[in-house]
């Protein structure tokens, strides 16, 4: 089963904008509660979304180069990359049901 | 999968999971129904200060998570889920949620309240872009620059002061000329040689393009319209209860505190209240907590009956 996949400054070139199907970059940290609530259903999002849409969490401690080349000033935020663009963001959280509808906008 | 409880909580904070430690065990099947995060709105505080027995204090993550752990150790159940609604039959009560139907016996509603929108241009556009409610997530990202705080109430003044660890200056906005805050957290703030406070000023507008890079305010007394130029601009207008699925179940005030009883009974029987979500709550941990733990004795005592 999919999980989501951990990516830093050093990965995220190869794994976020080279990869083959869109990826939903959620950028968090271990200080912000309601990150660790978007991290279960972003669990539950990889394997149902497996194989059409890729997962990926980013610390931004330990990736600033590219929380702030993403003007990342609010967390949890999530960024869709479709070849290497983002090209769509959903901030905060949002229960499971909520979230995948507004994936789905982003995605289609 | 197990879908009917002998006490169905709704709401994950400090309420809730008191309600769910006293009912796990009294020995009920509980289950507690959280559509977001485990322990709630205190869960963003950098720091509880006035919850007894932490003389250092404790982030509001850690409180909450070990009040999750200690109820989840009596048996307390837990599920992800956003309720719907309530209704009611003659076995007992059924909660529609977003992950299928739960009956159960008795239900306590500790749903508490989410930060109000303060409703002014540019909020929405900016969330994540400058506009945050969370100084404790969010403050970090804007090290060594100027933010703005709106608000005057113990979350304005605890999180204006957390701001300045990172910020090079806050400016705390409050439309009245005194604080609401506690005189201890006021005390701190007026000590904090970053801070400045504008008084009798409300925020008119949050200036772009891209991302925020200032605000307007006037001052509601003279009228006079300024600038202010800052990269940040936290929150903390007050809180709403989630409660528009419990209208013409239970009766509401205007807006949309459930009043109870002193055992936290609503007018249904075998329906309680706690926390927040109750009307005149004091709206502190440890009420809420003490209330939650009413909230389930009571449901005790109803299904003993």
């Keep these: 089963m999919a999980k989501p996949i951990e ?80 090209v769509g963001q959903i901030v905060g959280f949002r229960p499971k049901a909520e979230l995948k509808k507004a994936l789905e906008e982003i995605l289609t | 999968m197990n879908r009917a409880y002998e006490v169905i909580i709704i709401g994950g904070g400090p309420a809730g999971l008191s309600a769910g430690l006293y009912a796990s065990r009294a ?105 945050s409610y969370c100084a404790t997530c969010d403050g970090p990202f804007f090290k060594d620059q100027m933010v703005a705080v709106v608000g005057g109430g113990d979350s304005a003044v605890e999180e204006g002061v957390l701001l300045t660890r990172f910020a090079s200056k806050v400016i705390l906005i409050h439309r009245r000329n005194r604080l609401r805050a506690s005189r201890l957290l006021q005390e701190r703030a007026f000590a904090n040689k970053k801070i400045e406070f504008l008084w009798d000023t409300v925020v008119e507008d949050i200036l772009g393009p891209d991302r925020v890079r200032g605000l307007r305010v006037r001052n509601v007394k003279t009228g006079d319209r300024s600038t202010l130029e800052v990269s940040g601009v936290f929150f903390y207008v007050g809180l709403h209860p989630g409660t528009d699925y419990l209208r013409g179940l239970l009766p509401l005030d205007e807006e949309g505190h459930i009043p109870t009883g002193e055992g936290m009974e609503t007018e249904i029987p075998g329906i309680f209240a706690a926390g927040d979500v109750r009307k005149n709550s004091p709206r502190q941990v440890i009420t809420a907590a003490g209330e939650g733990a009413t909230a389930a004795i009571s449901a005790e005592k109803f299904l003993s009956e």
């Design chain 2, 27 to 131: 020995r009920l099947s509980t289950l507690l129904i959280e559509k977001g995060i485990i322990g709630g709105q205190i869960a963003n505080a950098a720091h509880v200060e006035n919850y007894p027995g932490f003389p250092d204090g404790i982030s509001g993550l850690e409180l909450t998570q070990a009040m999750h752990r200690q109820a989840k150790k009596y048996g307390l159940e837990t599920v992800a889920a956003e309720v719907i609604g309530i209704t009611l039959n003659e076995r007992g009560k059924v909660i529609k949620t977003t992950e299928g139907e739960y009956r159960a016996k008795a239900v306590i509603i500790a749903v508490g309240a989410e930060p109000n929108r303060l409703g002014v241009p540019g909020e929405e556009k900016f969330l994540g872009k400058g506009v």
């Design chain 1, 7 to 86: 990516v830093d400054d050093k990965t995220f070139d190869q794994t976020v904008l080279k990869a083959n199907t869109p990826v939903l970059v959620d950028f968090w940290a271990p200080w912000c509660a309601p990150c660790k609530a978007v991290a279960p259903i972003l669990d539950d999002l990889a394997a149902e979304y497996e194989g059409r849409l890729g997962i990926a969490r980013l610390n931004v401690d330990e990736a600033p180069v590219n929380a702030s080349k993403y003007g990342i000033s609010a967390i949890p935020t999530m960024l869709l990359f479709k070849e290497g663009k983002p």
